[in-house]
């Protein structure tokens, strides 16, 4: 049974900082390619960042500069690491897995940004 498990959300400051982190268990989590997207209330979900098997990685305009994608391959864990938050980051994020068909989403983790 694949599962992946996000973690890491909360309520923070405008400024502030979290670590999201996706546990992926019951799959080969090196060779997927590793997606965090965001869904704000009313609006569509967007892809923020992603990390490839080789540890390429891109990000949406809007965070550039702000995030950091990372994986750690020996604990089949993505991270995103959110610096300078600002409320418009204010969203459920979710992680995704990838490989070919095979397509997996996490169930979401609530990010708060808030004064």
């Known amino acids: 049974q694949v599962q992946l498990v996000e973690s890491g959300g909360g309520l923070v400051q405008p400024g502030g900082s979290l670590r999201l982190s996706c546990a992926a268990s019951g799959i080969f989590f090196t060779v997927y390619v590793m997606h965090w997207y965001r869904q704000a209330p009313g609006k569509q979900r967007d892809l923020v960042a992603s990390i490839t098997t080789g540890g390429s990685t891109t990000y949406a305009d809007s965070v550039q500069g702000r995030f950091t994608i990372s994986r750690d391959n020996a604990k089949n864990t993505v991270y995103l690491q959110m610096n300078s938050l600002k409320p418009e980051d204010t969203a459920v994020y979710y992680c995704?897995?990838?490989?070919?068909?095979?397509?997996?989403w996490g169930q979401g983790t609530q990010v708060t940004v808030s004064s």
């Open positions: 995704r897995a990838r490989l070919g068909t095979r397509d997996y």
